[in-house]
């Protein structure tokens, strides 16, 4: 083979995987519309109409309460399981690292979001098994399409940040149980982290971040405190 039949093959090779980058990069464009329209309607819950989880009937179209506002999300996830499933078609399950760059942070914002949807529900941390579910793609690698650890990690991050915002909040709109009930799932959540033996340079970074959430919850909490708002408050129950 020639030196010139040599390239010419090479190119062939770099025009196919831009072509699929290209095809990728057109889903992802779909996946990033749906996760902004998801988080328009989870961010209902920072305002005062948000925090009244007992009506099913939404109080404005910005802040509907929760039980309407989880059947929209719900509904939106559908959407993504169709973007998703047909983003598993752009290449082959052997490639799925090569291309991982390319969906991977509207993935973990995804992540972050259904832990956040899941959270608003039950006040639990999603495990990576059920955003799997919910995403309808695979947990393991050998199944194709999956749910990375690092990125499924990445989302839950985001939502200790998500929660120390939603403390701060909580107290504005009335709330002075919620705050002490984050506190004491972040205190969870860091120290479920520091079981683990993080070496990914860009996970480690935005785990040290999670510090300063715990610091903030503490600080509304410690406000709450001094003020007495927490004397009267079950931890334990619900808003």
């Known amino acids: 083979m020639s030196v010139t039949d040599m390239f010419v093959r090479l190119q062939s090779g770099l025009s196919a995987d831009q072509e699929t980058r290209e095809d990728i990069r057109k889903v992802v464009q779909t996946l990033e519309q749906s996760a902004r329209e998801i988080l328009i309607l989870l961010q209902g819950v920072h305002q005062k109409e948000g925090f009244k989880t007992s009506e099913y009937a939404a109080l404005s179209d910005s802040a509907p309460p929760l039980p309407a506002m989880s059947l929209k999300v719900r509904e939106h996830f559908g959407t993504v399981q169709t973007q998703l499933k047909e983003l598993a078609t752009k290449f082959s399950c052997e490639q799925y690292y090569r291309f991982h760059d390319q969906w991977r942070f509207v993935l973990q ?131």
Do not use: M
């Open 109 to 239: 914002r995804l992540v972050f979001q259904a832990a956040f949807l899941v959270y608003l529900e039950s006040e639990q941390l999603v495990t990576r098994e059920a955003v799997c579910t919910i995403l309808g793609i695979e947990s393991g690698r050998e199944k194709g399409f999956h749910l990375d650890i690092e990125d499924y990690l990445s989302g839950v991050l985001n939502l200790a940040s998500e929660l120390s915002r939603l403390a701060v909040n909580s107290v504005t709109a009335g709330d002075y149980a919620r705050p002490i009930r984050i506190a004491t799932f972040i205190n969870e959540l860091d120290f479920g982290f520091r079981l683990l033996n993080l070496k990914n340079d860009s996970l480690r970074k935005r785990y040290d971040g999670l510090k300063y959430d715990v610091k903030k919850i503490e600080e509304v909490v410690y406000d709450l405190s001094i003020r007495g708002l927490d004397k009267t408050l079950k931890i334990s129950e619900k808003p």
